[in-house]
């Protein structure tokens, strides 16, 4: 099978695509995904070759594409709904916390929901404070509902055909950052080749083995980890960068597992310090590895303020990969 | 309603041309990346929808409007080079380079902001009109709001308790056709947008054709009076984005029926000819009147273009997390145990 350097762009669109073909059930709500061929361009071509019936242009009304996503699923259906970026997810949040993520819960299991939200996420570029959020643990605060957040191609294609399948409701973050970056993927034709790399809900990944740190990230952080960790091999450091891909469920035997090799732990993240990612796994971490612990866990995250648009302060409030060497180097 | 005078029919056209000046000069800059960013939406084609409309407020009104603000901002009076300060993020910026095109404001012009989330200020603007009904102020919110923005819960929710709280807001839908992508027609079950009114128990002005300033500010006046008298009312302004979304909005380019039908836009409703047309039939020639505010705009925008690169970027962690609070904030590191308040 030939392996090709595909943007996570493309992967995410062929994923939707193949989905929609092999399930009629599976179809695409959201603003701008029909006919302006989708504001990322994930849906290019979608309206052409499945019609409206299947590809639906929705007002800007988000609080309704969230909670009509929930019906339709409840329904029967399967659909994809876009939020065009994360940062309007949140007019929708009650339909997707308060019903996407319960209804299979208080009618005790008399429901399913399957769908999936998927929706572009990330700051910079000088989006501004309003649009310039990575908020997907607040999503992943709740039971309920599964949150896949992907790194590269590959695993964005994997991910998002096992959330469509899945009977869950998942959110679906998309990095824009990640967007065009190139990374392999093969070029499965037959579905059971297809099949092949699917990635199971809660999975997570080792991206690059080392002895010495452990780095915990997703999404963009698992570039900055990367990164980092190139940056600190020239040094003589090893850092093993584990990317979990799913914040909800969380793959920690993984983490534990590298931990207990390297007993230093940074965790990566792009989005908020307070109540957070890091947070999270720097907690299960005490509770669970405290003896294999030898120095504090450190957390890179951007800096607790809202986004400005003035690039050289927007930079700075920023994580990457310089921020993540640093947090290392006083740990190892 | 008095008839507008001749001096303030050739001020509209200053205003007019101010606006169409710094429009295409902020779309050139963007061009050329002097203006950086994702995000610019330029209010070229809509002048005379808020010149005409803001033409009847008096100085204690307010005005409050999304993001295509640039043009809200300069009919106010804000100074032109603090507004294109901040396209480029300078300290020297309306917003101290924090907000950028999208989050334009300025409190000493009763200027509430631009704001970024699709309907996100109208309850804003029932805010502020219920700070006047609280106090006993007569005065009126002038609020903007595009065509898309009004299939949006909060245009639904806002209306509302505008109605039954007789909140003073002039709710004037900006219909260009679009939002985004999106015809009017694909995006609200009820395309004559002004109706929506009728939902709410809410005074209807109807459509008002806004490439004609004269016609926008004839209903903007009865409008106002009726708002400071009574409550909220609605007022449909018919116009067209001259440059499409924002920058990132391609279909002019791409697309010969889009790009046929802005031409047909320019060439027989352009605001500006409309305008002048209306004062020489009525007033007789004021071409060298209107060629000095014309030549004036050029030098205003210009000034700001040089104002605005002259200026500083705000630097430095301080910059970075001013005013995040009122008063000093506790600040939180992930390096911190607890944060920086601590020792
Ligand atoms: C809640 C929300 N959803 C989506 C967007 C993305 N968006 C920005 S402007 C816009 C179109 C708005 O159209 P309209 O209200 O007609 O105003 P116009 O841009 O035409 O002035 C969209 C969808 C957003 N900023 N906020
Ligand atoms: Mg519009």
Redesign the pocket.
């Known amino acids: 099978m030939a392996v090709r350097n595909v943007a996570m762009r493309e992967a995410i669109r062929r994923a939707l695509h193949e989905e929609m073909l092999r399930d009629e059930a599976v179809f695409v709500m959201g603003?701008?995904v029909a006919y302006w061929q989708g504001?990322h361009r994930v849906t290019r071509g979608f309206l052409e070759e499945f019609g409206e019936r299947r590809v639906r242009d929705t007002p800007?009304s988000?609080m309704a594409i969230g909670g009509v996503a929930v019906g339709a699923a409840m329904a029967g259906l399967r659909p994809v709904a876009e939020?065009?970026?994360i940062?309007?997810a949140f007019?929708a949040l009650d339909a997707i916390v308060n019903h996407a993520a319960k209804v299979r819960y208080f009618f005790d299991g008399m429901f399913k929901v399957p769908l999936v939200y998927r929706a572009a996420s990330g700051w910079g570029n000088q989006a501004t404070a309003?649009?310039s959020h990575a908020p997907e643990p607040i999503f992943a605060h709740f039971p309920g509902i599964y949150v896949g957040c992907p790194s590269n191609a590959l695993d964005a294609y994997g991910m998002l055909k096992t959330a469509i399948r899945d009977d869950n409701p998942v959110l679906f973050s998309e990095s824009i950052a990640l967007y065009p970056k190139p990374s392999p993927l093969p070029d499965a034709s037959d579905e059971a080749a297809q099949d092949d790399l699917l990635v199971p809900i809660g999975k997570g990944d080792i991206k690059r083995a080392g002895t010495d740190v452990t780095l915990v990230a997703y999404a963009r952080g698992v570039d900055w980890s990367l990164q980092a960790a190139r940056a600190l091999a020239r040094d003589g450091i090893e850092a093993e960068v584990v990317d979990l891909r799913w914040l909800r469920p969380l793959d920690m035997a993984l983490v534990y597992k590298s931990f207990k090799k390297t007993n230093r732990c940074v965790i990566v993240e792009e989005s908020l310090p307070m109540y957070s990612f890091g947070s999270e796994i720097a907690a299960l971490l005490q509770e669970n590895m405290f003896d294999y612990m030898d120095a504090p866990i450190k957390r890179v995250a951007a800096e607790d303020v809202p986004l400005p648009y003035s690039k050289e302060i927007e930079l700075l409030a920023l994580p990457n990969a310089q921020k993540v060497v640093d947090a290392v180097k006083e740990i190892v | 309603m008095p008839s507008p005078s001749k001096d303030m029919l050739l001020d509209w056209y200053r205003q007019m041309a101010l606006i169409r000046e710094f429009e295409e000069t902020c779309h050139q800059l963007y061009l050329q990346k002097r203006i950086t960013g994702v995000y610019l939406?330029l209010y070229s084609g809509?002048e005379a929808s808020g010149v005409g409309s803001m033409a009847a407020l008096r100085k204690s009104d307010h005005v409050i409007t999304?993001?295509?603000d640039h043009g809200i901002a300069l009919i106010l009076g804000m100074d032109a080079n603090a507004v294109m300060a901040e396209m480029m993020g300078k300290k020297t910026g309306g917003s101290g380079g924090k907000g950028g095109s999208m989050h334009l404001a300025s409190a000493a012009h009763n200027f509430w902001g631009g704001y970024?989330?699709?309907?996100?200020h109208l309850p804003l603007a029932a805010g502020i009109a219920l700070e006047a009904r609280y106090r006993g102020k007569d005065d009126v919110t002038m609020t903007y709001?595009?065509?898309?923005?009004?299939n949006?819960g909060?245009f639904h929710e806002s209306l509302n308790m505008s109605a039954i709280w007789d909140l003073p807001v002039i709710w004037i839908i900006?219909?260009?056709?679009?939002?985004?992508g999106?015809e009017?027609e694909r995006a609200s079950g009820q395309t004559e947008l002004h109706r929506k009114a009728a939902a709410y128990g809410i005074k209807d002005f109807g459509r008002v054709d806004a490439q004609d300033a004269l016609a926008v500010y004839e209903v903007a006046s009865q409008a106002v009076a009726y708002a400071r008298a009574h409550g909220p009312a609605v007022i449909e302004h018919i116009t067209y984005?001259y440059r499409g979304?924002?920058v990132s909005d391609k279909q002019y380019d791409s697309r010969d029926d889009m790009s046929a039908e802005l031409r047909q836009w320019m060439d027989e409703r352009e605001p500006l000819k409309i305008l002048r047309d209306r004062i020489q039939a009525q007033f007789g020639d004021v071409s060298e009147t209107l060629s000095a505010h014309e030549e004036s705009a050029r030098q205003i925008v210009a000034q700001s273009v040089e104002f605005a690169e002259a200026s500083d970027l705000p630097r430095g962690r301080d910059a970075l997390l001013s005013n995040t609070y009122v008063g000093s904030p506790l600040v939180y590191k992930t390096s911190d145990s607890i944060g920086a308040g601590s020792d």
């Open positions: 603003e701008e504001t800007i988000e939020f065009m970026t940062n309007f007019l309003s649009h | 939406h809509h999304a993001y295509r970024a989330i699709v309907g996100g709001v595009g065509d898309g923005a009004t949006n909060y900006e219909n260009n056709g679009y939002g985004m999106t009017v984005r979304h924002g």
